[in-house]
């Protein structure tokens, strides 16, 4: 009886085989707001982000966003993590299955000591072991271990689909900064041939004695100012242009090609793209899904690590087939074995299990805090693009009401200058004016897609969670049969 007892221990081991430690929360509550609190367009209806750039009407938009996330370093970083996480989990798995290794070996020869007494004969062995091993999971350090590999791996997909959202704003936000400073540079060059016409006509005056000699040159100033001014909006627009070519990887010329068709300001860029309430969006974001699974991966670590302070019970056996030949005669051998089924139990390790427990408990609860923090995040940019779209918008027909007044208003300096009853202070003045207020209207039609390309990025860009992805195919699959 008393040689029976330590079987009797692994047997209540191996019973206890499977049993979890207990874990933090894998999933913690999100604290995100009860309601959007600034304007909603048009009631704010869910609509498929991933088309969200066919509304621009851009096939140029369209496929250098394509081009910039297939040259994207971020994009292949994102994908190298990918492959890691799921290298990763590949072995988590493997390691609570039995390992088995086959060793092979031959050998020819004969001993000295056979030479000495007669001439020992040449021999030939040959050899072949199955060896296998198992830890028997007892407290579930390798499962948990499986989970945590499992969660990295899932937030590693949705990395990988926030980097190509972000790749795609910032390609959009380049594009049509370009494509406002085009807008900025035909007002600027506008200006610059309205003062060098009038420097033209005052010169013209000031040689037949009509005007004096510093009014001409107050127009000569006034009109290389104006050309500056357009010479700095040029550079800006190609810097621009330089930007695009390092973004999408497509070549200048190329480009500049594509670039001529011109575009005109889209309006009405999904209006029904936002979701009804704030914990809706959570389902969108994949870096709000990204920090969910560190927060399920560092529950499972610590899981492991507890387990980590219990007993390891180990497993191994053989089967092995052996061949000599020696002196015209064949030996063939057959072994196996079971065991031994060993027993490890942690006793003395002057603290380092605890205090491995104690910072995997630490890295769970900062996890939780980012996870909250990006929740809050996520919620505070939709509400900041909400909020900068609902400006611009109010901003845009004021602007709009500014030039066209402006622009009557300096028609009629310009006449009264020209028939002599105005000044050219006036004309300037009057001048700077409308100028000021056509970059103001450029400016306002930035800011509004500068809010919906915010909006995109805030939203997810098109991204769901993969529950939610696999629901609405088996959704459609059903509407279709």
Not at 61 to 89: C, H, Y
Not at 245 to 263: I, Y
């Amino acid at each position: 009886m008393t040689h029976l007892r330590p079987l009797a221990a692994a047997g209540l081991l191996l019973l206890l085989a499977g049993c979890a430690l207990p874990r933090p929360p894998a999933a913690v509550e999100s604290e995100a707001a009860p309601r959007w609190y600034a304007p909603l367009p048009h009631g704010g209806r869910l609509v498929d982000l991933s088309q969200w750039w066919q509304q621009f009407r851009e096939p140029v938009l369209v496929d250098l966003i394509a081009a910039a996330q297939a040259v994207s370093p971020d994009v292949a970083t994102a994908g190298t993590r990918i492959a890691e996480a799921r290298a990763n989990r590949v072995a988590a798995q493997a390691a609570q299955l039995p390992a088995v290794d086959l060793n092979a070996s031959a050998t020819r020869g004969n001993s000295q000591a056979g030479q000495v007494v007669g001439g020992g004969p040449v021999s030939t062995v040959l050899q072949s072991t199955v060896q296998a091993s198992w830890e028997i999971d007892l407290f579930g350090a390798r499962q948990s271990q499986a989970d945590a590999a499992g969660a990295r791996l899932r937030g590693a997909e949705a990395g990988w689909h926030d980097a190509r959202v972000a790749i795609a704003a910032e390609t959009a936000t380049t594009y049509f900064d370009l494509r406002i400073c085009e807008r900025q540079l035909e007002v600027t060059r506008n200006d610059a041939q309205s003062r060098a016409e009038t420097a033209r006509l005052t010169g013209l005056s000031a040689e037949a004695g009509f005007t004096a000699p510093a009014v001409a040159a107050q127009a000569r100033a006034s009109a290389a100012e104006g050309a500056v001014r357009a010479l700095q909006q040029n550079a800006q627009c190609e810097l621009l242009v330089k930007g695009l070519v390092a973004l999408t990887g497509v070549g200048e010329p190329e480009l500049r090609r594509r670039l001529a068709e011109g575009w005109t300001e889209p309006a009405g860029i999904a209006d029904d793209a936002i979701p009804p309430l704030p914990a809706a969006l959570l389902a969108q974001r994949p870096d709000v899904y990204a920090a969910e699974r560190n927060v399920e991966a560092a529950s499972a670590d610590v899981g492991a690590f507890l387990a980590d302070q219990f007993p390891r019970l180990t497993l191994t056996g053989q089967v092995g087939s052996g061949t000599i030949r020696a002196g015209g005669q064949t030996l063939h051998l057959q072994t196996w074995a079971i065991g031994p089924l060993a027993l490890s139990m942690p006793l003395f390790d002057a603290g380092r299990r605890a205090a491995a427990t104690d910072a995997a408990r630490v890295r769970y609860d900062e996890a939780v805090v980012q996870y909250r923090a990006r929740v809050r995040q996520a919620v505070r940019e939709v509400e900041e693009a909400l909020v900068n779209l609902e400006s611009a918008r109010a901003r845009a027909e004021d602007a709009r009401t500014a030039v066209e007044g402006y622009r009557i208003s300096l028609a009629a300096n310009d006449a009264r200058y020209r028939a002599g009853l105005g000044t050219l202070i006036e004309l300037e003045d009057q001048r700077r004016t409308l100028l000021v207020a056509e970059l103001t209207l450029v400016g306002v039609q930035r800011d509004r897609v500068a809010a919906w390309i915010a909006l995109y990025r805030a939203l997810g860009g098109g991204w769901q969670r993969p529950e939610n992805s696999a629901r609405t195919e088996s959704q459609n699959e059903e509407v279709a049969q």
